[in-house]
Each structure stands twice: as structure tokens, then as C-alpha cells.
């Protein structure tokens, strides 16, 4: 079946430094995917959808500046965590809809972000 | 808004015993429910899915039937293995393509 990868699977950075997680489609074309944080023990939240070839789409409350989104090409999608903080830690997970559409997702494994 | 709420875990079962993960859901409009499964350093998997109201979706033994009068979409299974361990999240896809999640629920099955 399809897969979708991320890279890192965690990553431990200082306050104040940028951290870039990556999101492959391996298998299939993603024109569109979608990044999610997930708090512990609290659900994933939509954060934005990236769409290859224009700007992502930002969930209210989503800071765009802080969270840069890049669809580089049709199987990457990059997060980039910008002057991060001790509260932007947590768990971030993509995924890419496949061809049949929106209702059936294939999701990366996750990228666990501490900033300390 | 939209939402979803899931039974806390974690739960604990003996093998070949029965599972039931309630799952109740917040929507306007006719969305569509999901259920995923995370195995430990995988993905989200799909593992059913019903889109309209009294659908039963069902696999590997798992079944869960949409219920709009009581809002829920609970998640059962007659006989776990231990090859069930994993966490299991309860979704809803609304109207306007946007999933909204439960908190997830871990299960470990026991020999």
C-alpha cells in the first residue's frame, strides 16, 4: 500500500533555532497533504494543507510565520518550525490523501520535536 | 464545532477477549467516520470507515455501525490478539473535507 515517511522521527533542538521536518509521499503523488500536531494524550489538530505549486492553507490560529510550509514537489512536503520554543514541542504528523480522494489518508509515523 | 470524543485509555485485555472503544462525535451536517489504527513506529492506518448513517464499516474482526440518534461510532471486536495492541484513534471527516480526532485509545492484549 501507500506510504508516507517522515524525517526526522525526533529531533531535540535549542530555543530560538529552526527545525525543518520533511514529509515523503514514497509510493504515489500527493498533490495536497496535511500537517497535524498532536499534544500528549490530546487529539491531533489540523494545523494546515499544503498544496503543491501554491501557498499552504493555514488552520485558524496556526501561526503562518511560525510554521513554514513548503510543496516542493509532488511527493515533498516540508514543515519548517522557525525560532522555536519550549511550547512548539510536540508531535508532528503528515498525511497525503490518495487518489480516490480526501476521506482515506495515509499518514507518516510521526516527528516528536523537543525544544528545551 | 466539530469534534470527537474517545474512550481514555489505556485498556488492558486478556487474549480472545471482547473490545469495545466508545467513540461519540460533534457535527454539523452528515460527516463521515473513521476509525485508524497506530501499530508502534508506523502510521496512521485506516482500518474502517462508514459514510452515512446506520453503515456498518468492518475488518479484521473489527466492526463499528454509525449511529446518528445516539452520535456514536464505537468500536468492537468479538475476540482480540495480542497482534491488536496498537492505538487506536476515532475521526470524523466533515463537510468541509476537514478531519477532526479523538484523543486515542492504547490497548494492550495480553497472552
Keep these: ?116 | 464545532g466539530d469534534s470527537v470524543t474517545q474512550m481514555e485509555g489505556p485498556v488492558t485485555l486478556s487474549e480472545e477477549a471482547f473490545l469495545t472503544i466508545n467513540c461519540t462525535y460533534t457535527a454539523t451536517g452528515y460527516p463521515s467516520l473513521f476509525w485508524y489504527v497506530q501499530y508502534p513506529g508506523e502510521g496512521l492506518q485506516l482500518l474502517l470507515k462508514a459514510t452515512k448513517a446506520d453503515d456498518k464499516g468492518s475488518n479484521k474482526g473489527f466492526e463499528a455501525t454509525y449511529r446518528k440518534e445516539t452520535t456514536s461510532f464505537h468500536l468492537e471486536k468479538g475476540s482480540v490478539q495480542v497482534s491488536d495492541s496498537a492505538v487506536y484513534f476515532c475521526a470524523l471527516l466533515n463537510t468541509g473535507n476537514q478531519f477532526y480526532f479523538g484523543t486515542g485509545t492504547s490497548l494492550t492484549v495480553i497472552p
Design chain 1, 1 to 116: 500500500g501507500a506510504v508516507v515517511s517522515q524525517h526526522p522521527s525526533w529531533v531535540i533542538c535549542k530555543s530560538g533555532t529552526s527545525v525543518k521536518i520533511e514529509c515523503r509521499s514514497l509510493d504515489f503523488q500527493a498533490t495536497t497533504m496535511f500537517w497535524y500536531r498532536q499534544f500528549p494524550k490530546q487529539s491531533l489538530m489540523l494545523m494546515a494543507t499544503s498544496n503543491e505549486g501554491s501557498k499552504a492553507t493555514y488552520e485558524q490560529g496556526v501561526e503562518k510565520d511560525k510554521f513554514l510550509i513548503n510543496h516542493a514537489s509532488l511527493t515533498l512536503s516540508t514543515l519548517t518550525v522557525t525560532s522555536a520554543h519550549p511550547e512548539d514541542s510536540s508531535f508532528y504528523i503528515c498525511s497525503a490523501p490518495n487518489a480516490g480522494g480526501t476521506d482515506t489518508q495515509y499518514f507518516g509515523p510521526g516527528t516528536r520535536l523537543t525544544v528545551l
